[in-house]
Nanobody, 120 residues
């Protein structure tokens, strides 16, 4: 069955780094766009990084550009989010999302989320 499982969250001090991992199974990973989202308490879920299927083109919002890096391994069916220079406002639950390409309507799968807390 389809599984999307995030890991790597935790407590880190401001200025620190954390690497999140997302392991996918049960679908053709290389044909899915992969996106990291986050949701802080009382706020809407927002996209923090996208990496496209096949070509691996990346995109980031201004709030994390230059600090976060997304990558994928289409052999291991993994996607990663390297987060550097973390700020307290990065505190949120981080979710991994997979969205299919080439079919309509697209299929979308979500992980359960992993908590990231940036605090001294």
């Amino acid at each position: 069955q389809v599984q999307v499982v995030e890991s790597g969250g935790g407590l880190v001090q401001p200025g620190g780094s954390l690497r999140l991992s997302c392991e996918a199974s049960g679908f053709t990973f290389r044909t899915y766009h992969m996106t990291w989202h986050r949701q802080a308490p009382g706020k809407e879920r927002e996209v923090v990084a996208t990496i496209t299927a096949i070509t691996g083109v990346t995109n980031y919002p201004d709030s994390v550009k230059g600090r976060f890096t997304v990558s994928r391994d289409n052999v291991k069916n993994m996607v990663y989010l390297q987060m550097n220079s973390l700020k307290p406002e990065d505190t949120a639950v981080y979710y991994c999302n997979a969205r299919s390409t080439g079919i309509y309507p697209p299929r979308t799968y979500w992980g359960q989320g992993t908590q990231v807390t940036v605090s001294s």
